[in-house]
Structures are given as structure tokens and as C-alpha cells.
């Protein structure tokens, strides 16, 4: 075996072995009693949607695109400008914290400043997507050839020189990656409807909720009809057409009297630390830690562990149902319908239609999870497998795909697997807004309670882990040398 089919197995067996030992720790008890006549339900639904839903949902599919746009118009500007600076460790940290905070934290913040506005919607996605844009421009930046750099002189600011050489020689990896973010701020503005804006995700949760089978079912077919589509209407010639038709459609904002700088400066901090008594404070957030961090953190750590290898169980399990390589014009595309579903929809609506089928446990968090990400990862592989060059005399049918495309493909995959765990993570924290018991549970308790210090230190407890959990992650991709 080969050095690098070494590093490989061991990587690969230590996430599972890890896995494994998180099972006994796993609620994956299903409380329903029969969730097959649900299904069925949930299917007569698809097969009838209720098209007359359509005309009043319209203006909840038109903020939903409205919130998404904006949000990564205004997030790409900004990530711009801190690639630019990306060298500074001040810039670098900036990043990291904004965006190891999930959107729907983000929207909870704001939301007790701004209130269910407009401001509250936009910032909640703009804010974590401006220091993922910083970081992914940055690395975009890095990869381009240096000649035209060195052309320059030594006293042209960063600036001149992102302006001249670096942007035009990555123009079209940066709107490819801007695009995708674009798909991507499309699921998040979809499910800041479940706190309360007015986007698809505020009737999607009713619909479920009411048994409403006919209008969700419309909703998700709009979704997935707007995500498969992107490629057609999202053109650079039509940008400034729908940047006004956006401002247009947002939604009206109640007036707001709460203070964000009493909110920063004295709602999120406990009593005791605003009134000087250190020792209180120290105490107050030892109770925390022990009593409500550290087993809410657990519970996080245990749910993505486990849907992270079932994402990469599926995701090889799934891509080559999509692979041209594999299957003629007609499997393929059916390979790539259900990989658009399932990477098309949000974890959140994943987990909550789980959750009314099979109970309040870790059993339908962990398999929204899986679905989502091993759909994404299994789309992302089905096209990689569409350049590679086979032999004349390469196997057919299994042997293909088990002796030719997968070891082929396994480098970029456990690489893409890495690059999602930070991201499986920081849903793993949010799904607890659906009462799994994850670090997203207590702070939506909290919030409800309005114990904003609480929520607060919670959420700077899921940033923490989701920064650490990236570290790890781009430390295993170094050390195993993972192809990006």
C-alpha cells in the first residue's frame, strides 16, 4: 500500500472508530408511533400540491431571494476588502469569529435589537458570509501566479495590486465561488423564516406543523425549481435589474427603540461582572460551564461526529448514481435530481420534517445532517468524476466504481469531507432550536427567558468549538496531504 492510501485508511478509521465510541452517548430512540401513514401523507402531498397556495407565498419566495441577495452582495464587497488585508491577524481573527457563528445566532442577536426587521434578516447572513467571503477570496488570491506581482513595483499598495493582478486573474473563480455562496444564502434566508421572518421557512415550519401537506410539498418544489435554475437567471448582465427589484422586496420594519450599544454593553454580561463583583462573575460563569455548557457541547460533539461519517458514507454510497461514468444520459440525471434535492434542502427543514415523523431524539438531527452533506459531497464527487480519463481497458459497472473511480476520487473526498465538518458542526449547534439537545437548545431557552448573558456565553462557547473544529480540520487535511 501506498504512503498516501496509509494516511488515507488511518484518517478514515479514526473518524469512524471516533463514531463509534459516540453511539452509546446518542438519543436515538424514535418515539412515534406510526410515522409511515405521516409519510404517506407527506407523499399524497408531492404527488397533489396545493398550486392555489401559490399567489399569496409568492412574496415569501421573493423576500426570501430579496434577503439572499443583498446579504451576499453587500458580504462579497466586504470579504473583499479583508482579503485584501488578510495578512494582518487582526483581519484573520475577525473572520474566523463572524463566521464560526451560525446565521440563525446571528439572526437571534439581532433580532433583540432590530427586532423581525428587515436590518435583522440581512445582517444575520451577511455578517458570518463577509468573513467567509475574506477567507475563501483570500485563499482564491494565493493561488493565482505571482509573475504579474512581480512586474510591479515594490511600493504599490495592496490595493493597486489587488486591483490590477490579483482580482482580474481570479475574476472567475471569484464569481464561481460567489455564486455558490449565493445557493448557500438561499437555504439560510429560507430558514431564518423559523424565528420568525417572513421567508419561505416561516411557511414551510406552519405547513408541517398544521399537516398542511399540499402547500409544503408547493413550497419545496418552488425551492428546489429556484436553486436547480440559478444558472440561467442569476446573470452578471441583469445584477444591477435585480439589485433594485431586491431593496424593493423587502419586507416593511417595525420601529425598534432597543439600543444596540446597551445591548453589547450591558445585556450580555452578567449581573455581577456590570457591577464590579469579579469573584460573582467568575462564579456565575463556572455554573454555566459545568451545569449547561459543557453537556449541551457533548451532545454537539456527539451529533456531528456521527453525521459526519454518515455524510461520507452516503456521499460514496450516492455519487456514483450520478456519475456519467457509471450509468447512461437518463440514470445520471435521476443520480443528479436526488443529489440536487438533498443538497438543495436546508438541514433545518431536513430535521424538522424528521422530527414529526420520528420524535424528539438525535435520530432525525444526525440523518438531516447525513442527507444534506452527503448529498452536496456526493454531487461535488459525481462531477469531479466527470474528468477523469479512464484506460480503454478500465472495468465496467461495480468494478468500475470500487477499483477505479473511488480510489481515485478519495483524496478530494476526505479533503471536501474536512472542509464540511466545521460546517456540520455549527449545524449541529443550531438544530437544538428544534429541541435537540445540542448547544442551540439552551440558547434558544435562554433567549425565550431573556437571559441574554446566557445566550450570549453560549454562543461564544459554539463559536469557540466551531474555530477549533476548523483548525483540526485544516491540520488533518495538511497532515494527510488532501488534495483541495
Same mark, same amino acid.
Given at each position: 500500500?501506498?504512503? /498516501?492510501?496509509?494516511?488515507? *485508511?488511518?484518517?478514515?478509521?479514526?473518524?469512524?472508530?471516533?463514531?463509534?465510541?459516540?453511539?452509546?452517548?446518542?438519543?436515538?430512540?424514535?418515539? $412515534?408511533?406510526?410515522?409511515?401513514?405521516?409519510?404517506?401523507?407527506?407523499?399524497?402531498?408531492?404527488?397533489?400540491?396545493?398550486?392555489?397556495?401559490?399567489?399569496?407565498?409568492?412574496?415569501?419566495?421573493?423576500?426570501?431571494? $430579496?434577503?439572499?441577495?443583498?446579504?451576499?452582495?453587500?458580504?462579497?464587497?466586504?470579504?473583499?476588502?479583508? @482579503?485584501?488585508?488578510?495578512?494582518?491577524?487582526?483581519?484573520?481573527?475577525?473572520?474566523?469569529?463572524?463566521?464560526?457563528?451560525?446565521?440563525?445566532?446571528?439572526?437571534?442577536?439581532?433580532?433583540?435589537?432590530?427586532?423581525?426587521?428587515?436590518?435583522?434578516?440581512?445582517?444575520?447572513?451577511?455578517?458570518?458570509?463577509?468573513?467567509?467571503?475574506?477567507?475563501?477570496?483570500?485563499?482564491?488570491?494565493?493561488?493565482?501566479?505571482?509573475?504579474?506581482?512581480? /512586474?510591479?513595483?515594490?511600493?504599490?499598495?495592496?490595493? /493597486?495590486?489587488?486591483?490590477?493582478?490579483?482580482?482580474?486573474?481570479?475574476?472567475?473563480?471569484?464569481?464561481?465561488?460567489?455564486?455558490?455562496?449565493?445557493?448557500?444564502?438561499?437555504?439560510?434566508?429560507?430558514?431564518?423564516?423559523?424565528?420568525?421572518?417572513? *421567508?419561505?421557512?416561516?411557511?414551510?415550519?406552519?405547513?408541517?406543523?398544521?399537516?398542511?401537506?399540499?402547500?409544503?410539498?408547493?413550497?419545496?418544489?418552488?425551492?428546489?425549481?429556484?436553486?436547480? /435554475?440559478?444558472?440561467?437567471?442569476?446573470?452578471?448582465?441583469?445584477?444591477?435589474?435585480?439589485?433594485?427589484? $431586491?431593496?424593493?422586496?423587502?419586507?416593511?420594519?417595525?420601529?425598534?427603540?432597543?439600543?444596540?450599544? *446597551?445591548?453589547?454593553?450591558?445585556?450580555?454580561?452578567?449581573?455581577?461582572?456590570?457591577?464590579?463583583?469579579?469573584?460573582?462573575?467568575? @462564579?456565575?460563569?463556572?455554573?454555566?460551564?459545568?451545569?449547561?455548557?459543557?453537556?449541551?457541547?457533548?451532545?454537539?460533539?456527539?451529533?456531528?461526529?456521527?453525521?459526519?461519517?454518515?455524510?461520507?458514507?452516503?456521499?460514496?454510497?450516492?455519487?456514483?448514481?450520478?456519475?456519467?461514468?457509471?450509468?447512461?444520459?437518463?440514470?445520471?440525471?435521476?443520480?443528479?435530481?436526488?443529489?440536487?434535492?438533498?443538497?438543495?434542502?436546508?438541514?433545518?427543514?431536513?430535521?424538522?420534517?424528521?422530527?414529526?415523523?420520528?420524535?424528539?431524539?438525535?435520530?432525525?438531527?444526525?440523518?438531516?445532517?447525513?442527507?444534506?452533506?452527503?448529498?452536496?459531497?456526493?454531487?461535488?464527487?459525481?462531477?469531479?468524476?466527470?474528468?477523469?480519463?479512464?484506460?480503454?481497458?478500465?472495468?465496467?459497472?461495480?468494478?468500475?466504481?470500487?477499483?477505479?473511480?473511488?480510489?481515485?476520487?478519495?483524496?478530494?473526498?476526505?479533503?471536501?469531507?474536512?472542509?464540511?465538518?466545521?460546517?456540520?458542526?455549527?449545524?449541529?449547534?443550531?438544530?437544538?432550536?428544534?429541541?435537540?439537545?445540542?448547544?442551540?437548545?439552551?440558547?434558544? @431557552?435562554?433567549?425565550?427567558?431573556?437571559?441574554?448573558?446566557?445566550? $450570549?456565553?453560549?454562543?461564544?462557547?459554539?463559536?469557540?468549538?466551531?474555530?477549533?473544529?476548523?483548525?483540526?480540520?485544516?491540520?488533518?487535511?495538511?497532515?494527510?496531504?488532501?488534495?483541495?
Amino acid at each position: 500500500m501506498t504512503n /498516501s492510501g496509509q494516511r488515507y *485508511t488511518r484518517l478514515t478509521f479514526g473518524l469512524v472508530a471516533l463514531a463509534i465510541l459516540c453511539l452509546p452517548l446518542a438519543d436515538l430512540e424514535i418515539f $412515534a408511533v406510526e410515522p409511515w401513514i405521516e409519510l404517506k401523507r407527506m407523499a399524497l402531498g408531492f404527488v397533489h400540491p396545493d398550486m392555489q397556495a401559490f399567489r399569496y407565498l409568492l412574496p415569501a419566495l421573493g423576500q426570501t431571494v $430579496a434577503f439572499a441577495f443583498l446579504a451576499v452582495a453587500g458580504a462579497a464587497l466586504i470579504g473583499l476588502l479583508a @482579503s485584501i488585508f488578510f495578512h494582518w491577524r487582526i483581519i484573520r481573527l475577525l473572520c474566523a469569529a463572524t463566521r464560526a457563528v451560525h446565521e440563525l445566532f446571528w439572526g437571534l442577536l439581532f433580532m433583540q435589537v432590530f427586532g423581525l426587521s428587515a436590518t435583522t434578516g440581512l445582517l444575520a447572513i451577511l455578517v458570518p458570509f463577509a468573513g467567509t467571503f475574506g477567507k475563501m477570496f483570500a485563499e482564491i488570491f494565493e493561488q493565482q501566479s505571482t509573475a504579474s506581482h512581480r /512586474s510591479t513595483s515594490v511600493r504599490t499598495d495592496r490595493i /493597486s495590486l489587488a486591483a490590477y493582478t490579483w482580482v482580474p486573474q481570479s475574476w472567475p473563480a471569484l464569481v464561481s465561488y460567489t455564486r455558490y455562496r449565493f445557493e448557500c444564502a438561499l437555504r439560510s434566508s429560507t430558514i431564518l423564516g423559523f424565528i420568525g421572518l417572513p *421567508t419561505l421557512g416561516f411557511y414551510l415550519e406552519t405547513a408541517f406543523s398544521q399537516g398542511n401537506y399540499g402547500e409544503s410539498a408547493l413550497l419545496l418544489i418552488v425551492f428546489y425549481l429556484l436553486i436547480a /435554475s440559478i444558472r440561467w437567471w442569476m446573470q452578471q448582465r441583469l445584477l444591477l435589474v435585480y439589485l433594485v427589484a $431586491a431593496i424593493l422586496l423587502m419586507p416593511d420594519s417595525p420601529s425598534t427603540h432597543a439600543s444596540l450599544w *446597551t445591548f453589547l454593553s450591558q445585556d450580555i454580561w452578567p449581573q455581577a461582572l456590570r457591577a464590579g463583583e469579579w469573584s460573582a462573575a467568575a @462564579s456565575w460563569y463556572q455554573q454555566q460551564l459545568f451545569s449547561v455548557a459543557l453537556p449541551a457541547t457533548v451532545n454537539t460533539l456527539v451529533l456531528s461526529q456521527i453525521a459526519l461519517v454518515g455524510s461520507g458514507a452516503l456521499a460514496l454510497l450516492m455519487y456514483g448514481f450520478a456519475s456519467p461514468k457509471l450509468f447512461s444520459a437518463t440514470g445520471y440525471r435521476l443520480g443528479h435530481l436526488v443529489l440536487l434535492i438533498l443538497r438543495s434542502t436546508p438541514e433545518m427543514v431536513l430535521a424538522f420534517v424528521l422530527l414529526l415523523l420520528l420524535g424528539p431524539s438525535m435520530l432525525p438531527a444526525i440523518t438531516a445532517l447525513s442527507l444534506h452533506n452527503g448529498g452536496l459531497i456526493g454531487y461535488l464527487l459525481a462531477k469531479q468524476s466527470e474528468t477523469l480519463k479512464l484506460r480503454p481497458d478500465a472495468p465496467k459497472g461495480l468494478n468500475l466504481f470500487g477499483y477505479e473511480l473511488t480510489p481515485r476520487l478519495y483524496s478530494h473526498f476526505l479533503s471536501l469531507l474536512l472542509y464540511r465538518w466545521e460546517v456540520i458542526m455549527r449545524e449541529s449547534a443550531i438544530l437544538g432550536i428544534l429541541g435537540v439537545t445540542s448547544l442551540g437548545f439552551y440558547i434558544d @431557552s435562554a433567549f425565550e427567558d431573556i437571559r441574554y448573558d446566557r445566550a $450570549a456565553f453560549l454562543i461564544a462557547i459554539a463559536a469557540l468549538l466551531n474555530i477549533g473544529v476548523d483548525a483540526l480540520s485544516r491540520r488533518l487535511r495538511s497532515l494527510g496531504h488532501l488534495s483541495s
